[in-house]
C-alpha cells in the first residue's frame, strides 16, 4: 500500500532519542492506528505496550527480537513483528523510513 485514504493525522510529532527517531500517528476510522517515521542511523531499544509490525520502507537495520540471541537484517520491503509487553533493540545501518502498526491482542 503506498497511500492511506480517510485518515486522521495527529500533528505533534512523536519525538525519541533526540531527534534521530521521530513518528507521526496515523488514526483510522475502525480505530486502529499506525505510526509512519523516520530512524537515522544508531542503536536504540525500545519498549511496546501493544502488538506492532514495523515494516522498513525504505534503508536497512538490524533487530534483536525478545528472546532471541542473534540479531536479523532487514531492508527495505521487509517487516518484523513485535510482541505486546516487550522490549526490542535495533541497529539502524542506514536512514530508515518505517511503518508501525499497532495491533490489538
Do not use: H
Not at 533526540?18 to 483510522?28: A, P, Q, W
Not at 525504505?58 to 520491503?77: A, H, I, N
Amino acid at each position: 500500500m503506498s497511500e492511506f485514504k480517510n485518515v486522521t493525522v495527529v500533528l505533534k510529532a512523536n519525538v525519541y532519542r533526540d531527534g534521530k527517531v521521530t513518528s507521526r500517528t496515523v488514526l483510522f476510522p475502525d480505530g486502529s492506528k499506525k505510526t509512519l517515521g523516520i530512524m537515522l542511523p544508531g542503536e536504540y531499544t525500545f519498549g511496546t505496550q501493544e502488538r506492532e509490525i514495523m515494516e522498513i520502507l525504505s534503508g536497512e537495520l538490524e533487530v534483536l527480537l525478545p528472546g532471541k540471541d542473534t540479531w536479523k537484517t532487514v531492508r527495505g520491503g521487509e517487516a518484523f513483528e513485535v510482541p505486546a509487553n516487550a522490549s526490542f533493540s535495533l541497529n539502524v545501518a542506514t536512514l530508515t523510513d518505517y511503518c508501525c502498526s499497532y495491533l490489538k491482542a
